[in-house]
């Protein structure tokens, strides 16, 4: 009859300390939580800014892109009617062929940072078209 009694009283410690115990670890595992939210907030944001970044980047440079072009074909048009060197031909082709590859290189960034916006939200963004069935 007394053990039953005295059994809780020597082990009352034990059960507080691990309660203590328990109890760290939950803030421990909250904490980690929060702070892993935190972090893809953070990394979300980074990467909703890049595309708006490569969204200007790409548009500038087609803008210089349909400025090559038009001055290789100013150039051509030069040569052809005779009053344009060979050479002017050729560095605006030069040029718009850089331009030409800024913009691809361009896209491909923004390419690459959707599907970091993929990763980091962990969704899938493409439509999804849904259809409504009748009965």
Do not use: C
């Not at 702070?35 to 087609?62: H, P």
């Not at 072009?69 to 560095?91: C, T």
């Not at 491909?108 to 009748?134: F, P």
């Amino acid at each position: 009859m007394f053990a039953g009694l005295t059994a809780p009283i020597f082990h009352g410690g034990t059960l507080k300390a691990e309660r203590r115990a328990a109890e760290a670890d939950a803030r421990i595992s909250l904490a980690r939580y929060e702070q892993t939210v935190l972090r893809a907030f953070v990394q979300v944001s980074d990467v909703l800014s890049n595309l708006g970044t490569d969204q200007k980047a790409i548009e500038s440079l087609k803008v210089a892109e349909t400025a090559a072009e038009a001055s290789a074909k100013d150039a051509q048009n030069a040569l052809r009617l005779g009053g344009g060197p060979m050479v002017d031909v050729v560095q605006a082709q030069r040029t718009l062929s850089r331009a030409r590859r800024a913009v691809v290189e361009a896209e491909g960034r923004r390419m690459s940072d959707l599907v970091e916006l993929y990763a980091a939200t962990a969704t899938d963004w493409r439509r999804v078209e849904t259809t409504a069935t009748g009965g």
